[in-house]
């Protein structure tokens, strides 16, 4: 019977320490890079953040050359529509510019206070009061809800520089998250207003534009390319990469959020604040 003997012996005595040297090593470089990574993406959102804070303030000041501000003097009619929806929302101070601009549009930014709303000038011909309270309380809802400031900060997120599948994942989950702040800030001027019929009225004519907002053709044309939107295969995955959610899903959730017991309650407590 032959002796029994260590099958392995001839093994070259170094080998199991090189293999965890290797090891180390590997790991090393993983932590290393993954650190300069973490570091760098740091770097680009602090950066992104500088520079949104400049742009923002650059903005601003372009406004205050070119844009009428309004107040009780300049545009008094609008002032208890920012005052009531203020109340009722329990806004912070903000500032609104009236803009030329050939589109009916509104958007709000800052990264200090007081923020800024916008309202592009054929806004104020097209919608009736209510339409533009609804507007304003959305705006609102945006700053109160702190959309303005975190869209800087998750936007530059969003930039952070990557491989092309995971910047499309990125970028996707940053529209996911808007396309959820304008149903919140829907919600906004809904509350703000009070009356889903306006609210669903001042969607309709921001899909007709202009010059469509001003004639029952317009309105009807407008409504028709609404009511179609669920039917594009295009649009549904167009969605997708876009900033807003389709109109039709917007006052499908108009709807919704107007006839739940929610939404009584919180209107009936902010009409209290007035
Ligand atoms: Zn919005």
Not at 130 to 159: C, P, W, Y
């Amino acid at each position: 019977m032959p002796s029994r003997f260590d099958t392995t012996a001839y093994r070259y005595s170094n080998e199991i320490v090189i293999l965890a040297i290797t090891i180390l090593l590997v790991l090393l470089v993983i932590g290393l890079t993954a650190t300069a990574t973490v570091c760098l993406s740091v770097v680009f959102i602090i950066g992104m953040l500088i520079l949104a804070y400049f742009f923002s303030k650059s903005h601003h000041r372009e406004l205050m050359a070119q844009a009428q501000q309004v107040t009780s003097e300049s545009l008094p009619g609008l002032i208890p529509v920012l005052r009531e929806s203020a109340a009722r929302l329990q806004v912070e101070r903000v500032e609104v510019y009236v803009i030329n601009q050939r589109s009916l549009n509104a958007y709000t930014f800052g990264l200090e206070s007081p923020k800024v709303i916008v309202l592009h000038a054929p806004l104020l011909q097209a919608m009736d009061r209510d339409e533009l309270q609804f507007i304003i309380g959305h705006e609102m809802g945006h700053v109160k809800l702190g959309h303005t400031r975190l869209n800087s900060l998750v936007g530059g997120m969003a930039g952070i520089p990557s491989s092309f599948g995971a910047a499309m994942l990125l970028e996707i989950a940053f529209r996911w998250w808007n396309r959820a702040c304008e149903y919140s800030a829907d919600r906004a001027g809904l509350l703000a207003v009070g009356k889903p019929g306006k609210a669903i009225s001042a969607l309709v004519k921001l899909e007709a534009g202009v010059k469509g907002s001003h004639s029952q053709a317009g309105l009807e044309q407008a409504l028709a390319r609404i009511e179609a939107e669920d039917d594009d295969i295009g649009n549904v995955v167009g969605e997708l990469l876009a900033t807003h959610p389709l109109i039709v899903r917007r006052i499908e959730q108009i709807r919704k959020y107007a006839a739940s017991l929610e939404y009584r309650n919180l209107q009936g407590r902010m009409n209290s604040n007035l």
